[in-house]
């Protein structure tokens, strides 16, 4: 069973950066990596993915040209790289996986089978 695990939420000023990890329990060779958020009262939203072969990436609009997906396959993790954050990214951020996207991935969360916890991100001043 692959577990995920996120690390790296914590309270940021506007304009901030933070990175994210997400730390898997195996190899996630065979895996592609997404990135979501929830804030209170709103529906979840996919911000980043990443193939499982590390040559593909998409990004949602909002979070294009500020936020950067990477993964380190020796190290089974994955992070996200948040720079100019504003209050409007404040929620709980999740890593997921998907099977089988070796060369490509979809930023859908139907398509990603295993999530981990959540780390909770606060921009505020």
């Known amino acids: 069973q692959l577990q995920l695990v996120e690390s790296g939420g914590g309270l940021v000023q506007p304009g901030g950066s933070l990175s994210l990890s997400c730390v898997a329990s195996r190899s996630l060779d065979q895996y592609a990596i997404g990135w979501f958020r929830q804030a209170p009262g709103k529906e979840r939203e996919g911000l980043s993915c990443i193939s499982s072969d590390g040559g593909s990436t998409e990004y949602d609009d909002s979070v294009k040209g500020r936020f950067t997906i990477f993964r380190d396959k020796s190290k089974k993790t994955v992070y996200l790289r948040m720079d100019s954050l504003e209050p409007a990214d404040t929620a709980t951020y999740y890593c997921?996986?998907?099977?089988?996207?070796?060369?490509?991935?979809?930023?859908?969360?139907?398509?990603?089978?295993?999530w981990g916890q959540g780390t909770l991100v606060t921009v505020s001043s």
């Open positions: 997921a996986a998907a099977s089988g996207r070796v060369t490509h991935c979809v930023l859908s969360g139907d398509d990603f089978g295993w």
